[in-house]
């Protein structure tokens, strides 16, 4: 069974930083691109984060140049670290990975952006 568990989220001031963890089991993980989502209320969920299974990371431009995404294969562990936060980036924060003919996501972690 493939399961996603979302940690780290917090509430931070403009301008802040945060790290947020995707736990990923029962898959095998370095062989899966994962991507990080947000979903502000009220709209569409967006990616805004996707690394490929060697490593490669790619973004949204709202967040280019302010989020890192990183994987650690050995722990089976994403990454996501959020720099100069704006209120805007406040949403829902959703690890995902598509395998075995499906897409998986895990059940979000809150991002309030605000002073």
């Known amino acids: 069974q493939v399961r996603l568990v979302e940690s780290g989220g917090a509430l931070v001031q403009p301008g802040g930083s945060l790290r947020l963890s995707c736990a990923a089991s029962?898959?095998?993980?370095?062989?899966?691109?994962m991507k990080w989502y947000r979903q502000i209320p009220g709209k569409e969920r967006e990616m805004v984060a996707f690394?490929?299974?060697?490593?490669?990371?790619n973004y949204t431009d709202a967040v280019r140049g302010r989020f890192t995404v990183s994987r650690t294969n050995v722990r089976n562990t994403l990454s996501l670290h959020m720099n100069d936060l704006k209120p805007e980036d406040t949403a829902v924060y959703y690890c995902?990975?598509?395998?075995?003919?499906?897409?998986?996501w895990g059940r979000g972690t809150q991002v309030p952006v605000s002073s």
């Open positions: 995902s990975t598509h395998a075995y003919g499906r897409t998986f």
């Open positions: 029962g898959i095998n993980y370095r062989l899966y691109a």
């Open positions: 690394i490929s299974s060697d490593g490669t990371a």
